[in-house]
């Protein structure tokens, strides 16, 4: 008989929110940065091992006029969440992808999530040119050799007209591996659902309307689950959402920072970006007094629908063209590019 693992409503907690770039401590990056000699070196030498810089001119996107400076200009970073348990860590999938904006003058932050079955028309790498779901553009860029996180970048880029300066991408096992490394995260669960738990036979996680403390497992089930009803009220996206919102007071606590080895261990392994250490610890500077009050979610309208045999979400026109103008303006671009 299969195990049941239940997640019990828990007492309400109050959520912090004091420091706004704990939603980059979901992938950790900035987790070590917040006091400390010993802990900045432990994090400069994990981010160091992690630095991957994407294949384009000046390291600058073609979106992009003049360089970008972190700390001083608007930036865009693109979070990706990359299934590859079920090909050996070899030729994943972008399961997730998320487009934040920081604006260090208006200290605001956006986010906005592209559905993983998004339908794109790719151009690059010639043998794939075509209609495909962007989170396989990640696979397509890995087995050509273009680049999975240059071409997933570039096909964000293209789907919505606007510059991805940074990324950052880590693996399931990172996800959950950084999660259990933070002792859990608290989320209030608007619906009741299930899903499979990949690292343990598929049996399934029932997760009960409420207040529940997840651990990595817990966590990575609960912003995975998309295909059952549940979808139609409480979606996929909107989940995710909640969970990096929800992540911000374990990552800042107090007991972070004696869990540096560990973390700094899963960022060498797990993680990818092309943020240098200096431009991480700027981003902790810039950004750490940031209010909560500042995030705005920014939805991308479409609808799913079944295409030559296969289902997509498909973007509508006026739904790119708003959330490309609402991206353009946090990052201080005119509403349409020149390209």
Known sequence: MAKKRVIKRRRRRRL?????????????????????GYIFYQAYTAAKGSYEELDRPG???????????????PVSILLLGIEDY????????????VIITLNPDTEKMTMTTIPRDTRVNLVQPEEYAGYHKINATYTYGSITGYGANKLTVETAENLLDVPIDKYIAINFEGFRDIV??????????????????????????????????????EALAFVRMRKRDVNNIYSREERQR?????????????????KVDDISKILRKRIDTNLTPGEIYT?????????????????????????????YFIPTEEGLRTTSQKIRQELDLPSESSN
């Open 16 to 36: 912090k929110w004091k420091n706004i770039i704990g939603l980059f401590l979901v992938l950790a990056v900035f987790a070590m940065l917040v006091t400390g």
């Open 283 to 311: 981003l902790q500077r810039v950004y750490s007094s940031m209010d909560s009050s500042k995030i705005e979610t920014i939805e991308l309208e479409g609808s799913n629908q079944r295409v030559g045999g296969s289902y």
């Open 180 to 217: 259990d490394a933070l002792d859990g995260v608290t989320i209030d669960i608007k619906e009741p659902f299930w899903e499979k738990n990949i690292y343990d036979d598929n049996n399934r996680i029932y997760f009960e309307e409420g207040p529940a403390h997840l651990d990595g497992e």
């Open 86 to 97: 079920q090909t050996g860590g070899k030729n994943g999938r972008a399961d997730s992808q």
């Open 59 to 73: 390291e600058k996107s073609e979106l992009r006029e003049e360089d970008v400076k972190i700390g001083e200009d």
């Open 242 to 258: 909640q969970f990096i919102k929800s992540a911000i007071d374990e990552a800042i606590s107090a007991g972070t920072i004696f």
